[in-house]
């Protein structure tokens, strides 16, 4: 990064340190950072829909609609998150290349499962083996994304349940003698005074999120947790900066990270349960 | 990479996603990126080391185009199998049980004795003693059967740090893996034995049905050792090793 980084092996001190820091491995490692905090806020989204679908449907009169409302959060949550993310997301990656192979290999005669071999036509590989580093991260981004969604999404669906089932029924029979409209009373009254109840069960999920994302190392994403331990590992004279084994620093950097996140999110959710308490007939909005 | 250029990349997917024409194509070459030297990330954050000089050579020489991956060591093999990438590289001996479920090239590196490594001073008995090891490699499984107690890591580093903490009596990993450490470690570390001959040479992998790639990458080694460039690059990278092909 720096001119005089050309030969560290001469530095010593603040600058030794200066250039070790801005070196390459570092600048992914920081990037990670990046990574990591993007994917949890672009999952967030994803993890509330899924969450409205599972829970409405749960809640629905429609009998088929409430058995797949049922069938997907007690499944989902069954399954270990360490076994959906192996089993799961890579079955979904060789469906889409699967579908891909149908539909743009016609001509392809050769079987797609050869023993162990899972083989489809070049032009089906997704993504394409000739495409840059870069889409093939992106691509791990997007499955990464698809699967805290869906876990996520099945645990909040749980949450948001229970807190619709948590509303006074009394508030909804005083919609109803104002004649207000399902509808209307869904958006008026239950879905404003459900958050009070939901909050506690989504802060806990957005807890285990933060903690889940070492997880997507599994999806050949190089999230914080790879970095730091790359990082830290003993590096013999073969490096440019070698150094003894200083993972624990490594780590210890990390554990002020993801306590600082808490500690941020816990602020941000005290907030949101003030503002949503107000007025409701909860302990919490009598203060 | 700037960060929004792969939000960018979104758009780029979906046209991946459309694209049907394939020109060249490209190897993708997935390697540790752990193991010094024969591969690991540099401190510019690119895979380096022994393996990285050869696989580039060797792309040459076949007129391949290739870029270079890392993966867990763990599941190195299940992810050549389902195709995230298409050759191993990664300093793997070449044994009868991993040739079951992958192919292998022939060696460019011959079968390295592995080496005890131990705490200086410390009296260790291999044979009843607990022995740390890499998941899923020749080492561990010849601790297992030896009758000491293996206690096995996902990473060699970890294993080399469990003697270090005294988690375990020693460690068993390749020769040229734990000499670098030792001679760094200002004799906290020893080498307790270093004649333990296990597994074949070092192979590349590539799936059982690669057979046009495997012919290819095979034919590029041989003219390697042929021409001494093999013999070459094992002297610059593990200390001037002297293997004659």
Known sequence: MFEYCADPKT???LAWWSCYLTNGKHMGFYFSFVVVLSLLVMTVPIIMVLAFAGALSRRSSFLPLRWFGTLYTSMVRGVPDIIFFLFALIALDQGIEYLRHVTLCPDWTEPIRQGNDFRVCPDAKMPLGNSPQWVHEFYGFFLAMVGFGVVFGAFAANTLYGA??????????????FGMSPRQIFRRIHLPQMWVYALPGLSNLWMILIKATPLLFLLGVEDIVYWARELGGTKTAIFQYPHSDWRLGYFLFLLVFYLFL???SEIVFARITSRVSRGQSTLGGTV | MNYLVKIAGAAALAAAFAATAVSAQTIRMG?????PPYNFINDQGEVDGYERELGDEICKRAG??????????????????SGNYDTIIAGMSITDERD????????????????????????VDIKSGVISAQTATIQAAYVAESGATVVEFATPEETVAAVRSGEADAVLADFAYLKPLVDASNGELEIIDQSVMIGGGVGMGVRESDNELRDKMDAAIASMKADGTISKLIAKWFDGRVVNY
Not at chain 2, 31 to 35: I, L, V
Not at chain 2, 100 to 123: H, K, M, N, R
């Open chain 1, 11 to 13: 530095l010593e001190g």
């Open chain 1, 164 to 177: 619709l089932a948590a509303v006074p029924h009394a508030q909804l029979e005083t919609g109803v003698a």
């Open chain 1, 262 to 264: 808490t500690w941020v």
């Open chain 2, 31 to 35: 390697t540790e990126g752990a193991y």
């Open chain 2, 64 to 81: 391949l185009e290739c870029t270079w991956v890392t993966n867990e060591w763990d599941s190195i093999i299940p992810n050549l199998v």
């Open chain 2, 100 to 123: 079951q479920v992958i192919d292998f090239t022939q060696e460019y590196f011959p079968p390295d004795p592995s080496a005890y490594v131990a705490l200086t001073g410390a009296s």
